[in-house]
C-alpha cells in the first residue's frame, strides 16, 4: 500500500496556481472527480425525488448514493444521516429540537476546547429550555482535555455533552471513546463534533460512541455541505420543527426544503476520492478502502508533520500552542513581539496560505492566553507535500529574520 503524492496533486486543479495550502482545517481545496460529479448532477436531467420521470430518478439516486458514502465513512447506517448546509446549522436545528426535551434545572456540558458551533447552539438552547450549562475545561500547558475533566462536571442532571472529536485550533484529539463512556453511564447523550477529525482519521460512530456526530464535506476534499449522523432508533424519538406536508420519515424529516442533489453528488465523490487515496491496497468494500487509505493519509501527514515541527524548533521567538499527545497534523503558533496577522500577510505574498485568526473557536483560544487574536495556524490535506512544508518553513525563517 502506497501514497502517490505526485499522481494525488495532480487530481487537484487549485494546485496548478503553485501556492501552498495550509489552510486545510477552514477548507480544502477540490479535486477534478469532485467538480466532475457536481457539474455532471447540474447537467444530467434532475428534478424533485421521484420514481417516474428521469429527472426525479437522478435525484432520487444521488441522495441514495450520497448517504450510502457517507455511511461508508462514518461507520454509520444510511437511514441515520441528515444533510445540511453545514454542521453550524444542523447543530443548531439539533440543539433546538433537543432542547424541547429539557426542563428547568436539567443541565448540558460543553468545553472549553471547542468550536463556538458546537458551544454556542447548546448554551443558546439551554437559555431558552432553562436548563443550566456545565463548562469542562482543558490543560491550556498540555492542550489535554481529558475523560476526567467531562466526568468532573455530570450530574444526575445532566442530558447532553458536547464535546470536539479533535480541536480545529490546536489539533487535540479528546479521548471521546472513554468520555462517551462516562456520559452514557450518567444517563446522557453524546454528541460530537468531527468536523476537524473527520478529514484525518477513519471515523466509526459506535466505537466513539457518539449518539450524534456532525461534519462538514468540504473539509474532506468535498462541497460545502454538512452532515448529521445519528442512530436511526434516536432520530425516530426526536420531532423536529417541520413544514406540514413534508415527509415525517428518518432522516427526511430533519432536512428543509429540497435537498442540493449537486452538492450530495460531490459529496459521493469526495468519499470516494478518499477511498482511493492508497494505491496498491487490493479492493474490498469501500468502506475497506477508506479505511486503508485513511492509514494510509494519517502516515502521510505524520511525516510532513515531523518535518514542520522540527523545522519550527529551529526559528527564534515562535511558541507551538499544539502540544497534546494525540492530534491532528494541526499546529497554532504565536511569535513574540510579532503579529501572527503579519506573518499571515508575509506567507501570502509568498503564495503560502497559512492564515491567523481564533477560527471560531474563542474559549479555547482565551483558554490559551491569546485573546480573541488566536494565531497562525499551519494545517495540513492530503495534497500536501514536502516542497510545500520546505517552503513554509523558509517563509516563516525569512519573516523572523532567522
Known sequence: ??????????????????????????????????????????????????????????????VTGARAALGDLLGTPPGGLVFGRSATQLTYDLARTLAKTWEPGDEVVVTRLDH??????????????????????????????????VAAV?????????VTAASNLIGTRPPVARIAGAVHAAGALLHV?????????????????????????????????GVLAGSPELLAQLRPDKLLPSSDAVPERFELGTLPYELLAGAEAAVDFLAGLASGG???????RI??????LEG??????????????????????????????????????????????FLAERDVAAPAASFYALE???????????????????????????RLLAGLAAFLGA
Open 1 to 62: 500500500m502506497t501514497y502517490d503524492i505526485t499522481a494525488i496533486r495532480a487530481a487537484f486543479p487549485a494546485l496548478d496556481s503553485h501556492v501552498a495550502f495550509f489552510d486545510g482545517p477552514g477548507g480544502t481545496q477540490t479535486p477534478g472527480p469532485v467538480i466532475d460529479a457536481v457539474a455532471a448532477a447540474m447537467a444530467a436531467p434532475l428534478s424533485n425525488r421521484g420514481i417516474l420521470t428521469r429527472g426525479e430518478r437522478n435525484a432520487d439516486r444521488i
Open 116 to 149: 463556538d458551533a458546537n458551544i454556542r447552539p447548546w448554551v443558546q438552547a439551554a437559555a431558552a429550555a432553562g436548563a443550566v450549562v456545565r463548562w469542562a475545561d482543558f490543560d491550556p500547558a498540555t492542550g489535554e482535555l481529558t475523560e476526567e475533566d
Open 154 to 162: 455530570l450530574t444526575r442532571r445532566t442530558r447532553l455533552v458536547a
Open 193 to 225: 463534533d468531527g468536523v476537524h477529525h473527520t478529514a484525518h482519521a477513519l471515523v466509526d460512530l459506535e466505537a466513539l460512541g457518539a449518539d450524534t456526530y456532525v461534519c462538514s464535506a468540504y473539509k474532506f476534499l468535498g462541497p460545502h455541505l
Open 282 to 288: 487490493g479492493g474490498g468494500t469501500r468502506r475497506e
Open 291 to 296: 479505511a486503508r487509505s485513511l492509514a494510509a
Open 300 to 345: 502521510h501527514e505524520e511525516v510532513l508533520r515531523t518535518r514542520i515541527e522540527a523545522g519550527l524548533a529551529a526559528l527564534p521567538g515562535l511558541t507551538v500552542h499544539s502540544r497534546a499527545a494525540d492530534r491532528t497534523p494541526t499546529l497554532l503558533m504565536t511569535f513574540e513581539g510579532r503579529d501572527a496577522a503579519d506573518a499571515y500577510r
Open 364 to 390: 479555547a483560544s482565551r483558554r490559551l492566553g491569546l485573546g480573541d487574536t488566536g494565531g497562525l495556524r499551519v494545517g495540513l490535506a492530503p495534497y500536501n507535500d514536502t516542497q510545500d512544508v520546505d
